[in-house]
């Protein structure tokens, strides 16, 4: 069997739900497998939060643990410059290793994918 790429597009506020939680925790599952190529992680809406170094999630940080450690395996994570702009992240610091895309980035993520995910 061929080893597969991966992309997770994560769309729902890391506070309020787990779907970004389980979006990021699949991320990481995934990213462990020998079997799995690579993955990437696409944050969009309310999601690109997510991306906020130093958040009190009542969970010991789990969200800025789990980006932490995407980037650490070598998974890229960008946020849509859009959504960022939108929500007024362009300028802010981001955890250390996470990207800005456009949807041109985003097409070009889902056409190298075997299979997307979206959370």
């Known amino acids: 069997m061929t080893q597969q790429h991966i992309l997770?597009?994560?769309h729902a506020a890391p506070h309020g739900s787990e779907r970004c939680l389980s979006g990021l925790r699949v991320a990481n599952a995934m990213a462990a497998r020998a079997d799995v190529a690579g993955v990437r992680v696409?944050?969009?809406?309310?999601?690109?939060?997510?991306?906020?170094?130093?958040q009190n999630d009542g969970a010991?940080?789990?969200?800025?643990?789990l980006v932490q450690e995407l980037v650490a395996a070598k998974a890229p994570v960008q946020l849509c410059r859009t959504c960022a702009l939108a929500r007024g992240l362009d300028q802010l610091p981001?955890?250390?290793?996470?990207?800005?895309?456009?949807l041109a980035?985003?097409?070009?993520?889902v056409l190298a994918a075997d299979k997307v995910l979206t959370f």
């Open 105 to 109: 980035d985003l097409g070009d993520w």
């Open 8 to 10: 997770i597009i994560i």
């Open 60 to 65: 010991a940080n789990a969200i800025q643990t």
């Open 42 to 54: 696409f944050l969009m809406s309310d999601a690109t939060v997510a991306a906020l170094p130093h």
């Open 94 to 102: 981001l955890i250390a290793g996470v990207g800005i895309g456009t």
